[in-house]
């Protein structure tokens, strides 16, 4: 079975070697015929995510919305949106994804709530209810006064004033998006039985969205507080004692030396995003130069034991400018969104194939370096087909139209009227579902979705991707990034060695990577970041004698001499060698 | 036993005499001078087999240092392969005859360099030689330190040891570190240093932006030269990174060497301070970490300095000739990367290598002058250093 080859589900340091998968399940599949995704859809189509080869879905938000932020305005946590299903329906997808040895973990949202959350309503009500204190009351909106507005584009103040309760509430994200109060104990008890709700359903962990605001305090930023991950160690601790296994991943926007206070002292996050690393990969490429990325992997401290990074190419919001400076800010802006339309808050809201000029070159580069650099791949719903976006739509929702399944009616995700869809797919000449869709790519071996596939079975067999060192090699080429991934002696959860060469393999047919025997190799991994061949000499000195084994077509190289190895690199050609001692 | 002196010197000089670089100072040297070259200094350092000896030859003024290796004629090709260049000749070590040959060539003597270089402080598992140019010799150890190696010696202490040195004591860190100072008999033979892994040369990054902005115009064929900076490879954030890493460069020259007051040529006063001297954009190398300084334009017979065997003097001089030498290098490696284009797009692509480099000399000047206290060395606003700058570029360009 499939969960053999793949991640083990007793596995309780799982996710450092996993693969992610974030989608919207209202843009997934349609199975009723609604026009809108839903759970139902997502188990049928499991069947392809295991075919894929990635081992664990992060659902976006599915809970009751009024849908003004993307389902990020959650106004029930305790059930799901009755459009996508019951409760029941998302046991059953759990239970048939844990079959296939795919985990799946979910959005929840802590910092805040839609105004329609009967909390809020109960709250605004009167200033001595039951839940008066449940968000951030104030007379006046001075509180806080140095604290930055996050959407700058749409909101002029973090408070916003109520007619019925004749005061402030206070917001970091949009005004119908109320803050809750964590100083209350009560909110506390609330979203840890949210918590322990989800996990008793069988969800493997959450995606906690917007961490560092959690907990204000006048005179400070309101990001970072101590008792924000004095709250964070809580649900751990709780996480830990009755749910091993399941994991919180957190995402938090800032540098990665404040990023990493969020895994504490391996006591808080089991994962945090890597978000400066993303830009800085588009970023490189457009430079045809490899120190944004370099830079950035230097600044990058070290995590602790049982933490991991997740890295990603893009996801549902835009592409995030904040931990970029002004000036390379500027600068990609310049670059991926010459229309303005394009531009949003401090970001881009592209999805990959666009943002690279369709360059199937270069969507094979940017995942080969996602695969291969530290942390677990997040990969975003439909870029598995290089699929468009739709930049006329409003907010974030260019991004977030339907899954193209077949060139059918609807890219084959909905038999509804088309008028009745949550979003119409995309039917542009160049990015349409009649030219990219998950049908014609599975027949077509040689398509994006094949590759990627291939690739993410070598990246199973080889352990080094997922826990290994990274050392960046000198180069001579500033065009080109050559860097070693090397097996660190891990333990895995039940306190065995990991199997040193690579595991079976996910893939069948011809021409398949074959496992090679022996002691964990170091893998090479060659980047060239240019438009143009490049020729580059690498200083592989400490692997004198070894040779080079590509890992896609198990094709020696020459051999490892005390010279400086010579490689020559197609435009935005990517080798992936083990390092084999003969 | 090691071989006899005479012996030595009597292998030495011929081998001298074969090199490039030994050839390109003493074609001005007459022959009956050269016949007057003479041992100087010997040293052994490995007395056994392989044995190791340090030797300097003093002739017409200069003088050279040779490193001898030797070992048992049988052996020598296993360990000398393909680089025949390096032999010396056969001599008598006191227990049968040896091949001798330049040091460089042999793996394991060269790894063992760094431990005599810095008196056992620093070992390596692996060397590699980097370069072999006319002044000296470039090793590099386990990727982390580099020592080069004077052939061309000047008394101690040598320019660029002094200044790396004071640089570091008054917390200039844009630098690659000493690490080591090997010095015999009022010279210094070597230096060892910092490695970097990974960094790159200025001109290399500055070929790249280049690259890409000629091949994006090819492509495109309607480049204007305002979209310069709009290119993929634009190189102004990193130019102007440059010149601040220049200024504080320029400060903690000021700091280390004082200030003088020299006059211009139309007679006023002008500030001027000791200056790199030969900045260009293979002495500055952008690493993870950002730019710093890479080299000092060491050699005594090539550069502005002449030949000749006396010491070189410091030179003191206005900040703005560095940045001169800096933006002229700019202009030297955008016509570089016009060249390799087609003949017929040569036009166009010195219009925008034109853009390219006021560009990049824009964003190097306002980098500079962005630093704080950089106004006790300039004397000049923006638009004045702006013209004076142009004014010695020019300069340069004619000359």
């Keep these: 079975m499939a969960a053999s080859s793949r991640q083990r589900l007793d596995d309780p340091r799982w996710y450092e070697r996993a693969v992610f998968y974030e989608l919207l399940p209202r843009g997934f599949y349609d199975s009723n015929a609604d026009g809108i995704g839903d759970f139902e859809g997502l188990r049928e189509k499991l069947e392809y995510l295991e075919w894929l080869g990635v081992d664990c879905l992060w659902l976006l938000p599915f809970y009751p919305s009024p849908l003004r932020d993307g389902g990020y305005d959650i106004s029930d946590f305790l059930t799901v949106a009755p459009e996508l299903g019951s409760t029941d329906d998302l046991a059953a997808v759990i239970e048939d994804a844990h079959r296939r040895g795919i985990r799946i973990i979910s959005d929840l949202v802590m910092n805040h709530t839609s105004d329609q959350h009967p909390w809020f309503v109960e709250s605004r009500s009167s200033r001595d209810n039951p839940r008066a204190d449940w968000y951030m009351w104030a007379d006046d909106d001075h509180g806080f006064a140095d604290v930055r507005v996050i959407f700058l584009d749409v909101e002029p103040s973090n408070w916003t004033f109520d007619q019925r309760r004749q005061q402030f509430f206070w917001h970091r994200f949009f005004h119908h998006q109320p803050d809750l109060n964590y100083d209350n104990p009560d909110v506390v008890d609330a979203m840890l039985g949210v918590v322990r709700f989800w996990l008793d359903l069988g969800i493997d962990g959450f995606r906690l969205d917007a961490v560092p605001y959690l907990y204000k305090a006048e005179g400070t930023a309101c990001e970072n507080l101590p008792g924000t991950h004095q709250l964070l160690r809580r649900i751990r601790a709780e996480i830990d004692a009755s749910y091993p296994g399941r994991i919180m991943l957190a995402e938090v926007n800032q540098w990665p030396d404040a990023v990493v206070e969020y895994f504490g002292d391996g006591d808080e996050c089991h994962m945090c995003f890597n978000f400066p690393l993303m830009p800085r990969m588009f970023m490189a490429i457009r430079r045809e130069q490899r120190f944004p990325i370099t830079e950035i992997l230097a600044q990058t401290p070290a995590i602790p034991d049982g933490c991991q990074w997740g890295i990603f190419l893009r996801n549902h919001d835009e592409l995030t400018l904040e931990m970029v400076t002004d000036e390379e800010r500027d600068y990609m802006y310049g670059e991926y969104a010459r229309d303005p339309r394009m531009r949003k808050n401090l970001g881009i809201r592209r999805r990959l194939a666009p943002l690279v000029d369709n360059d199937r070159r270069v969507g094979e580069l940017l995942h080969g370096l996602l695969l291969s650099l530290p942390g677990s791949p997040v990969l975003y719903y439909r870029d598995e087909l290089l699929m468009g976006d739709n930049i006329y739509l409003g907010d974030r929702d260019g991004v977030r139209t339907p899954m193209q399944w077949t060139p059918d009616r609807n890219g084959g995700f909905s038999r509804a009227d088309f008028a009745q869809l949550y979003l119409p797919p995309l039917m542009d000449p160049v990015h349409g579902f009649q030219a990219v869709n998950v049908e014609a790519e599975r027949r077509d071996p040689s398509s994006f979705l094949h590759w990627l596939r291939r690739m993410l079975a070598v990246r199973h067999q080889y352990p080094q991707f997922a826990t290994g060192t990274l050392e960046v090699l000198p180069a001579d080429n500033p065009s080109v990034l050559a860097y070693v991934r090397r097996a660190r002696d891990v333990l895995d959860g039940a306190g065995e060695p990991l199997a040193s060469g690579p595991s079976a393999s996910g893939l069948d047919g011809a021409g398949e990577p074959v496992p090679s025997a022996g002691a964990p190799a170091a893998v090479l991994c060659v980047s060239n970041l240019s438009r143009f061949a490049q020729p580059a000499e690498l200083s592989l000195g400490r692997w004198e004698g070894c040779t080079p084994i590509e890992l896609l077509g198990r094709v020696p190289f020459p051999r490892v001499t005390s010279a400086p190895y010579s490689v020559t690199l197609a435009p935005y050609g990517i080798y992936w060698l083990e390092l084999v001692e003969r | ?399």
């Design chain 2, 1 to 399: 036993m090691p071989p006899d002196p005479a012996a030595l010197e009597g292998l030495v000089v011929p081998y001298l005499e074969r090199q490039p670089w030994f050839l390109a100072d003493m074609s001005r040297v007459d022959r009956s001078v050269r016949a007057n070259a003479r041992l100087a200094d010997l040293e052994v350092l490995l007395h056994e087999r392989p044995g190791l000896a340090s030797v300097v030859v003093t002739v017409g003024g200069h003088s050279f240092h040779v490193l001898v290796g030797w070992r048992e004629p049988a052996l020598a090709p296993a360990i000398l392969g393909s680089r025949q260049g390096a032999v010396l000749g056969i001599c008598d070590d006191g227990s049968g005859e040896v091949l001798c040959y330049d040091a460089f060539a042999d793996e394991e003597l060269s790894a063992g360099l760094l431990a005599i270089a810095s008196a056992g402080r620093e070992s390596a598992r692996r060397v590699r030689l980097v370069q072999s140019l006319v002044s000296h010799a470039s090793l590099v150890y386990d990727e982390r330190l580099f020592m080069k190696c004077y052939r061309v010696l000047e008394p101690a202490p040598r320019q660029e040891v002094e200044l790396l040195l004071r640089l570091d004591e008054v917390g200039f860190k844009h630098l690659l570190g000493a690490v080591a100072r090997w010095e015999r008999a009022g010279w210094d033979l070597a230096l060892v240093r910092e490695y970097v892994a990974g960094a790159v040369e200025g001109r290399a990054l500055a070929l790249t932006s280049l690259r890409d902005l000629l091949g994006r115009a090819a492509d495109e064929d309607r480049m204007q030269s305002e979209e310069v900076g709009a290119a993929g490879g634009d190189l102004g954030s990193e130019m102007r990174r440059l010149g601040e890493i220049t200024g504080s460069l320029h400060l903690a020259l000021a700091e280390a060497f004082g200030v003088r007051t020299l006059q211009a040529g139309d007679g006023s006063p002008r500030l001027a301070i000791r200056v790199h001297g030969d900045y260009h954009l293979r002495r500055v190398l952008r690493t993870d970490a950002g730019w710093i300084v890479a080299g000092f334009g060491d050699d005594p017979l090539i550069g502005r300095f002449g030949g000749g065997g006396e010491r070189r003097e410091p030179r003191f001089a206005s900040p703005l000739e560095d940045l001169a030498d800096l933006s002229y290098s700019l202009r030297q490696v955008a016509a570089e990367a016009v060249a390799v284009r087609p003949v017929a797009t040569w036009a166009q692509a010195r219009r925008l290598a034109e853009s390219w480099e006021r560009r990049n000399r824009d964003a190097l000047i306002s980098g500079y002058l962005g630093v704080e206290g950089i106004g006790t060395l300039m004397e000049l606003d923006r638009p004045a250093a702006v013209s004076s700058l142009e004014a010695l570029v020019a300069e340069r360009a004619a000359g």
